[in-house]
C-alpha cells in the first residue's frame, strides 16, 4: 500500500492504515454506493471520514496508473489547493492506493476530517419555508463567487456537496465535498452562471443568487438573473427528458 499524508499527521501513520485495513469491518457507515462508500471512524480523538474507492476496471485501472491522478489523489490535492486558497473543505488527511506487482491500481481511499454539519443545500430546494433561506443562499451565492476567483471550476456543484455550518442566526460556514472532480481556470460570467446549474434552482432562488452575486461581481442583476435562469432551465429538461427516455426504454 502506498500512503501519503498531511505533515500534521505524519505521527499517525500506523493508526492511519489500521483504520484503512479495518474498512469493512469497522466504522460507521455513511454511504453506500455502488462502487464508492464512506464510513466514519476515529482516529486518536478526532472524527474522521474515510472514502473507499473500489478497484477500477481493467482499462480505467491502466489509465488511473500511468496518465491520469487517481480519485484518492485527487480528491487529498484538490482539498489542500482548496485550503490553500480559503475555499472550505474538511481538513485532508492522506490518501492510500494498493498497488499490483506490475504497479496497477486496485482499490484507494481518502481519509478526512468529518465535519458535524446542520444541513446540505439540497434541504433549501424542497423546502421554501427552510429558516432564513435567502439568507443561506446569499451567503452561498459568496462562497461560491470565492470560488469562482479562486480559479476553481467545480464540476460537481450539485445540492448533495455542499455541506452548511449555522454558527449563528444569520451566520453561515460551507463546505465543498466530493471533489475529484476539478477544473483550475479563468471563468467567464457566463461559465460562472453555468456553475450554479446542478443546483436545481427554483425561480426564486435564482433571483436571490443573481442578486447576490451581482452585488459582489459588478455585472447586473438582470444579465445574471437571465443566464443563470436559462442555464438552469436547460439543465432541468435535459436530465427530465433522460428519466423519461430511462422509463420509456424501461418498458420496452
Known amino acids: 500500500m502506498k500512503i501519503i499524508l498531511h505533515p500534521k499527521y505524519e505521527h499517525q501513520k500506523e493508526a ?62 484538490y482539498a489542500n489547493y482548496l485550503l490553500n486558497h480559503k475555499i472550505a473543505t474538511p481538513f485532508p488527511i492522506a490518501y492510500v492506493e494498493s498497488r499490483s506487482s506490475v504497479n496497477l491500481l486496485g482499490e484507494s481511499y481518502y481519509i478526512c476530517e ?29 462562497f461560491t463567487y ?7 471550476n467545480f464540476l460537481d456543484h450539485s445540492p448533495g456537496n455542499t455541506l452548511v455550518v449555522k454558527k449563528e442566526p444569520g451566520i453561515y460556514d460551507f463546505y465543498l465535498i466530493d471533489l475529484n472532480r476539478m477544473k483550475f481556470e479563468d471563468m467567464s460570467i457566463e461559465d460562472r452562471m453555468d456553475n450554479f446549474k446542478k443546483m436545481w434552482l427554483s425561480k426564486t432562488m435564482v433571483k436571490v443568487i443573481a442578486k447576490a452575486y ?32 430511462k422509463r420509456k426504454l424501461g418498458k420496452k
Not at 460507521?28 to 474522521?48: A, F, H, Y
Not at 473507499?52 to 485527487?74: D, M
Not at 470565492?146 to 476553481?152: D, F, G, K, S
Open 16 to 77: 492511519i492504515l489500521q483504520l484503512v485495513e479495518g474498512f469493512f469491518t469497522k466504522g460507521e457507515l455513511i454511504v453506500q454506493g455502488s462502487r464508492n462508500t464512506i464510513k466514519s471512524n476515529v482516529l486518536g480523538d478526532e472524527k474522521v471520514n474515510i472514502k473507499f474507492f473500489a478497484k477500477p476496471g481493467p482499462l480505467k485501472s491502466v489509465i488511473y496508473s500511468f496518465f491520469r491522478s487517481t480519485k484518492a489523489k485527487r480528491s487529498f490535492e
Open 114 to 142: 468529518q465535519i458535524d454539519y446542520d444541513f446540505t443545500i439540497r434541504e433549501l430546494i424542497h423546502q421554501p419555508l427552510f429558516p432564513e433561506r435567502n439568507v443561506v443562499l446569499e451567503q452561498f451565492a459568496h
Open 146 to 152: 470565492n470560488m469562482h476567483e479562486a480559479r476553481i
Open 214 to 245: 451581482s452585488k459582489l461581481s459588478n455585472y447586473p442583476e438582470e444579465q445574471l438573473h437571465t443566464l443563470l435562469l436559462k442555464k438552469t432551465s436547460s439543465f432541468k429538461r435535459k436530465i427530465t427528458k433522460k428519466k423519461y427516455l
